[in-house]
T-cell receptor, first 113, second 117 residues
Framework: GDSVTQTEGQVALSEEDFLTIHCNYSASGYPALFWYVQYPGEGPQFLFRASRDKEKGSSRGFEATYNKETTSFHLQKASVQESDSAVYYCALGEDTGNYKYVFGAGTRLKVIA | DTTVKQNPRYKLARVGKPVNLICSQTMNHDTMYWYQKKPNQAPKLLLFYYDKILNREADTFEKFQSSRPNNSFCSLYIGSAGLEYSAMYLC????????????????FGPGTRLLVL
């Protein structure tokens, strides 16, 4: 079945560090790919998406490029801030007649000032 | 207002007793979803309503019920809670089923934390 695998556990960085959270997917069709961010006490919030190969999604300084060849959608940010501390989820959505929406397990980002 | 509300925020239930969780949205969204989230695991889609049509995942078909009396409200019902039901339950909505899965964003509520003892 469809699956999403992302960087496990927690990533700890200092402010202004470069961020990469890896996301790889497995799908039977041609899914849309999403990144969500979750702050404490809140539900996940949509960050951005990409729907086709080589499409770049971006928001709030975060970006990721859909790579069909490597089945990846890695999240990057050039310079993180303490306020970016949150849990980040990669997800895929697919409609091949059988609707699927699959999340990764989440990666906790902790940015130290 | 892009808010999805969930009630209660915390729920304590006894094994074998029923549990009913409520979700509401005022965005006139066509589709509403329920997810189960356990620590260190991915949110798992349990079921979703597109308008009045309920779609349940195959492995949760018998464990969860749901109703959607109108466009704004959706409930998740557990007939007899077991210890394994302890989790965070997230409700979400999206403007259109097809757009929700392929294109559009899902808006999530803050979740209901269910503890079964």
């Amino acid at each position: 079945g469809d699956s999403v695998t992302q960087t496990e556990g927690q990533v700890a960085l200092s402010e202004e560090d470069f961020l990469t959270i890896h996301c790889n997917y497995s799908a039977s069709g041609y899914p849309a790919l999403f990144w969500y961010v979750q702050y404490p006490g809140e539900g996940p919030q949509f960050l951005f998406r990409a729907s086709r190969d080589k499409e770049k999604g971006s928001s709030r300084g975060f970006e990721a490029t859909y790579n069909k060849e490597t089945t990846s959608f890695h999240l990057q940010k050039a310079s993180v801030q303490e306020s970016d501390s949150a849990v980040y989820y990669c997800a895929l959505g697919e409609d091949t007649g059988n609707y699927k929406y699959v999340f990764g397990a989440g990666t906790r980002l902790k940015v130290i000032a | 207002d892009t808010t999805v509300k969930q009630n209660p925020r915390y729920k304590l239930a006894r094994v074998g007793k029923p549990v009913n969780l409520i979700c509401s949205q005022t965005m006139n969204h066509d589709t509403m979803y329920w997810y189960q989230k356990k620590p260190n695991q991915a949110p798992k889609l349990l079921l979703f309503y597109y308008d009045k049509i309920l779609n349940r995942e195959a492995d949760t078909f018998e464990k969860f019920q749901s109703s959607r009396p109108n466009n704004s409200f959706c409930s998740l019902y557990i007939g007899s809670a077991g210890l394994e039901y302890s989790a965070m339950y997230l409700c979400a909505s999206s403007r259109d089923r097809r757009e929700g899965f392929n294109q559009d964003t899902q808006y999530f509520g803050p979740g209901t934390r269910l503890l079964v003892l």
